[in-house]
């Protein structure tokens, strides 16, 4: 859906066309409450996607839902770590779009005979990677390199810590989820001070309606109305 179709569906789902007597929301409110659902939206599908909590064909459809909004190489380059205690750094600020979720990851790795190999990133618990230098089955190798996460090294936001044991680290792939676009009508200036151009919805098509519908309910919890809610509900249950 284009911008203006978003600003009347939401209307529409909510029963306010503008000759309706029900209280209405205004551009500004409607992009807001807009933005606010396509990302809990995002949040809600890749929680349901990283956790598997379901069948192989719904977890098909998050990946779907997802996918306008995947980064990974070559749209994301390779990128030079920086080494500090054996420890290589990514500051996940340093991606070339904003950084949302972090899907998954692989390095190169540079052994001892010089010779390169591509690699899978392991998560590990903050309190397990130490121990995994000493678990032969957790250590580093050439079937995976651990890593988690931490607050960068500048004191500001979020970094990828890789211990890579004897090995060299020349290269690593991040695979994320950036953050959407923003929504926006357009001629108006934002509370930020900044005159957005008109935009819409970047991730999939037949996402559209589900993030009116829960951009719905979020007016409706500001608006104090269970009924409408649970109406809502039962229609995205419905379209699942």
């Not at 991606?95 to 010779?115: K, W």
């Given at each position: 859906?284009?911008?203006?179709?978003?600003?009347?569906?939401?209307?529409?789902?909510?029963?306010?066309?503008?000759?309706?007597?029900?209280?209405?929301?205004?551009?500004?409110?409607?992009?807001?409450?807009?933005?606010?659902a396509q990302l809990v939206f995002i949040?809600?599908?890749?929680?349901?996607?990283?956790?598997?909590?379901?069948?192989?064909?719904?977890?098909?459809?998050?990946?779907?839902?997802?996918?306008?909004?995947?980064?990974?190489?070559?749209?994301q380059p390779p990128i030079v770590p920086?080494?500090?205690?054996?420890?290589?750094?990514?500051?996940?600020?340093?991606?070339?779009?904003?950084?949302?979720?972090?899907?998954?990851?692989?390095?190169d790795i540079v052994d001892a005979n010089?010779?390169?190999?591509?690699?899978?990133?392991?998560?590990?618990?903050?309190?397990?990677?130490?121990?995994?230098?000493?678990?032969?089955?957790?250590?580093?190798?050439?079937?995976?390199?651990?890593?988690?996460?931490?607050?960068?090294?500048?004191?500001?936001?979020?970094?990828?810590?890789?211990?890579?044991?004897?090995?060299?680290?020349?290269?690593?792939?991040?695979?994320?989820?950036?953050?959407?676009?923003?929504?926006?009508?357009?001629?108006?200036?934002?509370?930020?001070?900044?005159?957005?151009?008109?935009?819409?919805?970047?991730?999939?098509?037949?996402?559209?309606?589900?993030?009116?519908?829960?951009?719905?309910?979020?007016?409706?919890?500001?608006?104090?109305?269970?009924?409408?809610?649970?109406?809502?509900?039962?229609?995205?249950?419905?379209?699942?």
């Amino acid at each position: 859906m284009q911008i203006a179709e978003l600003h009347y569906a939401f209307k529409l789902a909510k029963d306010r066309i503008d000759t309706l007597a029900n209280q209405d929301f205004n551009v500004v409110e409607i992009d807001w409450l807009l933005n606010e659902a396509q990302l809990v939206f995002i949040k809600n599908r890749f929680s349901e996607w990283n956790n598997k909590r379901r069948g192989f064909e719904s977890n098909t459809k998050r990946v779907a839902d997802l996918s306008a909004l995947v980064v990974k190489n070559p749209l994301q380059p390779p990128i030079v770590p920086t080494l500090d205690s054996n420890t290589y750094e990514v500051r996940l600020s340093d991606l070339l779009y904003p950084y949302l979720f972090f899907v998954s990851g692989t390095v190169d790795i540079v052994d001892a005979n010089n010779c390169t190999t591509n690699v899978p990133l392991k998560f590990l618990q903050h309190d397990d990677y130490l121990y995994s230098f000493r678990d032969p089955f957790n250590s580093p190798s050439l079937e995976f390199i651990p890593y988690n996460f931490g607050l960068s090294s500048t004191g500001s936001g979020t970094s990828l810590y890789i211990y890579p044991g004897d090995y060299t680290i020349p290269y690593v792939y991040v695979e994320y989820i950036k953050y959407p676009s923003r929504v926006c009508y357009g001629n108006y200036t934002y509370i930020d001070g900044v005159n957005y151009p008109q935009s819409t919805l970047e991730l999939s098509e037949h996402t559209h309606q589900e993030i009116v519908d829960l951009a719905c309910q979020i007016a409706a919890l500001n608006t104090e109305n269970p009924e409408y809610i649970q109406l809502k509900n039962q229609k995205i249950m419905i379209q699942e």
